[in-house]
């Protein structure tokens, strides 16, 4: 009997964790934990339980669910169909530049023939960098705010900046004019919720990163509101692919790139082996989206390549 509960036990655990984490998420501390801890570690009892429940000949049908549900919600087993796109879009968060330098950096830019490249900690070291940066990467307008910066091929209309509350950043949104139509492109870099915070018990300072994140997620969704005509949001949001706040996010801007057109988990932040770096567009379909080998910083690029889509 215990080896047939073993497996419902694990399986039951899979889907409490993912349903707190996607549906609870933000609302609750312990959800919250839930929803930004790395999914691959639901996958983490998976062999025990498959071994033990092959040995014994019971439960193994259901041992397996369990685990083709957690390697789903980890993204290991997401495939889409892709195509070649008309405008491609990376972004980045470059570490400040503390891994590389303006040349290797603008080569692994340069590489990726982006039409549009959105950097976030871009507040270089040394202050000659971003100038550098520039000069080795001609054919791109800049357009810089507070750790953030962002280059295109495109012709430029505009651009403004907006505070996000509780730190010293900025939002950059450029408008563009891309196949005879305004495109705004929004360039972000949310602030971390310090769920690490919970390992020493300073709950206090999780819940206010907590709420500055909410306060700064308004102000993307107020731009969003504000904005008609095709619309992309791209940065590094510091938010898994789970819970409420990148449901929030894609009701604003439209579904996530990567998980219309990418594969895999896509983890751009390798070493907690997740996902916090997005593009999500309206007006906008995602054909391709994938995730790029480098070493000029702790992230690595997020690439995806659009079409034109009818604009609501």
Same mark, same amino acid.
């Given at each position: 009997?215990?080896?047939?509960?073993?497996?419902?036990?694990?399986?039951?655990?899979?889907?409490?964790?993912?349903?707190?984490?996607?549906?609870?998420?933000?609302?609750?501390?312990?959800?919250?934990? /839930?929803?930004?801890?790395?999914?691959?570690?639901?996958?983490?009892?998976?062999?025990?339980?498959?071994?033990?429940?092959?040995?014994?000949?019971?439960?193994?049908?259901?041992?397996?669910?369990?685990?083709?549900?957690?390697?789903?919600?980890?993204?290991?087993?997401?495939?889409? +169909?892709? &195509?070649?796109?008309?405008?491609?879009?990376?972004?980045?968060?470059?570490?400040?530049?503390?891994?590389?330098?303006?040349?290797?950096?603008?080569?692994?830019?340069?590489?990726?023939?982006?039409? %549009? %490249?959105?950097?976030?900690?871009?507040?270089?070291?040394?202050?000659?960098?971003?100038?550098?940066?520039?000069?080795?990467? +001609?054919?791109?307008?800049?357009?810089?705010?507070?750790?953030?910066?962002?280059?295109?091929?495109?012709?430029?209309?505009?651009?403004?900046?907006?505070? /996000?509350?509780?730190?010293?950043?900025?939002?950059?949104?450029?408008?563009?004019?891309?196949?005879?139509?305004?495109?705004?492109?929004?360039?972000? !870099?949310?602030?971390?919720?310090?769920?690490?915070?919970?390992?020493?018990?300073?709950?206090?300072?999780?819940?206010?990163?907590?709420?500055?994140?909410?306060?700064?997620?308004?102000?993307?969704?107020?731009?969003?509101?504000?904005?008609? *005509?095709?619309?992309?949001?791209?940065?590094?949001?510091?938010?898994?692919?789970? *819970?409420? %706040?990148?449901?929030?996010?894609?009701?604003?801007? *439209?579904?996530?790139?990567?998980?219309?057109?990418?594969?895999?988990?896509?983890?751009?932040?390798?070493?907690?082996?997740?996902?916090?770096?997005?593009? &999500?567009?309206?007006?906008? &379909?995602?054909?391709?989206?994938?995730?790029?080998?480098?070493?000029?910083?702790? !992230?690595?690029?997020?690439?995806?390549?659009?079409?034109?889509?009818?604009?609501?």
């Amino acid at each position: 009997m215990f080896r047939s509960r073993l497996a419902w036990f694990y399986l039951l655990f899979v889907v409490l964790i993912w349903g707190l984490g996607v549906f609870v998420g933000e609302r609750t501390l312990p959800t919250l934990l /839930l929803a930004y801890a790395p999914a691959v570690l639901w996958l983490l009892p998976a062999p025990l339980v498959l071994l033990w429940t092959g040995i014994r000949k019971r439960g193994f049908a259901v041992a397996l669910t369990g685990t083709l549900l957690a390697a789903w919600g980890a993204g290991f087993l997401h495939w889409t +169909p892709q &195509m070649d796109g008309e405008l491609r879009v990376l972004d980045y968060n470059v570490n400040n530049g503390y891994r590389s330098t303006p040349e290797r950096l603008a080569g692994v830019l340069e590489a990726a023939d982006a039409d %549009i %490249i959105l950097l976030q900690e871009s507040n270089f070291q040394p202050p000659g960098y971003p100038a550098a940066l520039a000069a080795a990467l +001609p054919g791109y307008a800049v357009r810089s705010a507070a750790e953030v910066m962002t280059f295109t091929r495109l012709p430029v209309l505009s651009s403004e900046t907006a505070d /996000l509350p509780g730190n010293q950043r900025e939002v950059l949104l450029t408008r563009l004019q891309w196949r005879g139509e305004p495109l705004t492109v929004v360039n972000a !870099h949310l602030g971390t919720v310090q769920v690490s915070a919970a390992l020493t018990g300073d709950f206090a300072y999780l819940n206010r990163t907590r709420t500055n994140r909410a306060a700064q997620v308004q102000v993307l969704t107020e731009m969003a509101s504000k904005t008609s *005509g095709r619309l992309l949001l791209g940065g590094d949001l510091n938010t898994p692919p789970r *819970g409420l %706040i990148y449901r929030q996010l894609q009701q604003a801007f *439209g579904a996530d790139a990567f998980t219309q057109a990418g594969r895999g988990p896509g983890w751009t932040f390798p070493q907690l082996r997740v996902r916090i770096d997005h593009q &999500m567009a309206r007006g906008l &379909m995602p054909t391709r989206a994938i995730v790029l080998d480098a070493e000029e910083s702790d !992230h690595l690029p997020l690439v995806v390549e659009y079409r034109a889509a009818k604009t609501k």
